[in-house]
């Protein structure tokens, strides 16, 4: 009988492969951070031409149009739960966005051309739109309406002197709006019109700012609006019987560095109170 021999590999190759696979490694790690970078830059990007979008939107049509964002536990707002009983499509449609919460937002106009005196029409703009993956903007800015909280600049003080920081206030909030989509029904006592409350930034026909401070009734915004933007991820709690998001629990928000929305970096998207345009504030790690 002959013995068959099998081949194998020599040092030489093994050595040739894990100097090609460090040559990879080397080329390729840059890449992923810079990729990591260009999240929020792409977030931000993605948010100014939507902002920008609802401002054009509200002056075309010459109506007030709102930009409603999905905050963390909507599916727990009274309002909400109510849908399972009342519109079990609307329900069905609150389970989907389960997990684009604090990253979802769409754009909503009440009031419509056409419509008649005292009768108006509700319509929702476009599907939910979700900020790129990495991207989301952080539990602050969702607090109680007329909250503020601290982002803290990396500008050296003097000491035993507060540093500078930029206060931000949390969204304005509204329970006037369909949700989660334009044909929902209302809930409340009697004629009330009442649906789950969202965070909102509003434009009116002129392209300014405004907030509700009534079922109908608007003002100016008395200050600029500040977005602010994190990196990281969103942690979703699902059902492991169902493997379906679970709308008892809260998202977890990981921020990644932590605390970059507030304080190792930033990127503060603002909006003029009184001509609706938006700039960016950024602040790199020092």
Known sequence: MRLRRRGGFT??????????????????????????????????????????????????????????????????DSACIALRDLDRTSWAQCLSLLDKQMTAYNFVSLRNVGDQPGRHTARYWSSWKTLPEGAFIPVQKFATPNQTFNIYTNVPGVVGMVRPYVTVAAFSNTFSIPFPNAQSPPIGPGTSRWWTTLPYIAFNY???????????????????????????????????????????????????????????????ICIDRLTGRTYVKRQEVR
Do not use: C, W
């Open 206 to 268: 002129l392209g300014q700012l405004v907030q509700l401070v009534g079922p109908s009734t608007e003002i100016l915004r008395p200050a600029d609006e500040i977005i602010p933007l994190a990196k990281g991820s969103v942690l979703y709690p699902h059902d492991p019987a169902t493997k379906m998001g679970n709308p008892a629990l809260l998202p977890k928000a990981i921020e990644t560095p932590p605390g970059n929305s507030t304080t190792n970096s930033f990127n503060l």
């Open 11 to 76: 040092l030489i190759e093994m050595l040739t492969v894990i100097a090609i696979i460090g040559i990879l490694a080397a080329i390729i790690g840059p890449s992923l951070g810079n990729f990591k970078a260009n999240v929020t830059a792409s977030a931000t990007q993605q948010l100014l031409a939507d902002i920008g979008r609802a401002r054009q939107l509200a002056m075309s049509q010459h109506t007030t149009v709102y930009m409603v964002f999905l905050p963390p536990g909507f599916a727990q």
